[in-house]
């Protein structure tokens, strides 16, 4: 005697499964679809002036009469290239960036570390330690401004106390002083977002490596080395290659605590010096536009470079 078969929901229904290809084909229109406004809006808001930008790169545009500019093809790049004082910025830009990025990067694995324990007060202290960076950089870096006084300020009376110094410094007037003040107020301002972002990335991590790791009888140091640092490596990445973005193209916190002097001047403060001090806007947005690359550049590069090493390790 044979068992009669049961319909499947589908038979029931009428309805069918779509081949995979079909399926894709579907999900990539969805994404399309739910991705055009935004793509609309970043090219209203971001593109537009990108291309103006360019535009004006290769023209002799002047900020008194920006009707009469006039195509001069790679002039005004020719003169940003041959101005000591661009590769000036670009040089303070790069030591700026690269210095703070990895004080943040390494004092915020620290702070996600302690903060990603379990303690009483865990959630009191985090938010405390967002502290700083919910701050506005221009009001921050003009707090630091007062405390790096020469005259007034609370850092030369601390380091002049406990015998660090033997007179006042001029922090934010001397180019060596200004730039490292500018990457501790950078440091103290932008370590708590490292560490959101690291602690955000240890809290995804599965527990049962840790307990397999403390079956094994490996220690807290080598827990970290061969356990956490290499499942970090990918949001490592990610959060580096963030505030190195935000880190080539710094503007205020130079501006407001140096001034824009041209001894410790960013790539972005020769860009505002140019288009607004000068009224070059040509050669200004050449100098943008040559940011926009370098930046475009090293993001490339350390994605591709990165991924290759990801992948080699898998």
């Known amino acids: 005697m044979t068992r009669p078969t049961t319909p499947t929901a589908g038979a029931a229904t009428g309805a069918t499964e779509l081949p995979p290809s079909a399926l894709v084909r579907e999900r990539t229109r969805a994404a399309w679809l739910f991705l055009t406004p935004t793509l609309v809006a970043m090219a209203l808001v971001a593109g537009w002036p990108l291309a103006r930008t360019f535009w004006f790169a290769f023209s002799d545009a002047n900020l008194t009469d920006m009707a009469a500019a006039q195509f001069v093809g790679l002039a005004s790049l020719q003169s940003v290239l041959e ?21 943040e990067t390494v004092l915020g694995l620290i702070i996600a570390l302690a903060l990603n324990a379990k303690f009483p007060g865990r959630g009191m202290l985090r938010a405390a330690v967002l502290v700083p960076w919910a701050i506005p950089t221009v009001v921050s870096a003009r707090m630091w401004a007062w405390m790096f006084n020469d005259i007034y300020g609370v850092i030369n009376a601390m380091f002049l106390s406990v015998g660090l110094i033997s007179e006042p410094l001029a922090w934010t007037a001397e180019p060596e002083l200004s730039l490292l003040a500018v990457v501790a107020v950078d440091v103290w301002k932008t370590t708590p977002f490292m560490a959101l972002l690291i602690l955000a990335a240890l809290q995804m991590l599965p527990g049962d490596i840790y307990e397999a790791a403390k079956i094994d009888g490996a220690g807290p140091i080598r827990v970290f080395f061969q356990v956490t640092l290499p499942l970090l490596k990918g949001p490592l990445m990610v959060a580096v290659i963030f505030r190195m973005l935000d880190a080539l193209r710094v503007f205020d916190i130079f501006f407001v605590l140096t001034g824009g002097s041209t001894d410790t001047m960013p790539m972005a403060g020769y860009s505002r010096q140019r288009m607004f001090e000068y009224q070059e806007i040509g050669v200004g947005s050449a100098s943008a536009a040559l940011l926009f690359v370098i930046i475009a550049l090293f993001t490339t590069v350390y994605m591709v470079v990165g991924r290759v090493k990801l992948g080699g390790e898998a």
């Open 83 to 103: 101005d000591p004082d661009w590769w000036t910025t670009v040089w303070t830009t790069f030591r700026f960036a690269l210095v703070s990025v990895s004080l």
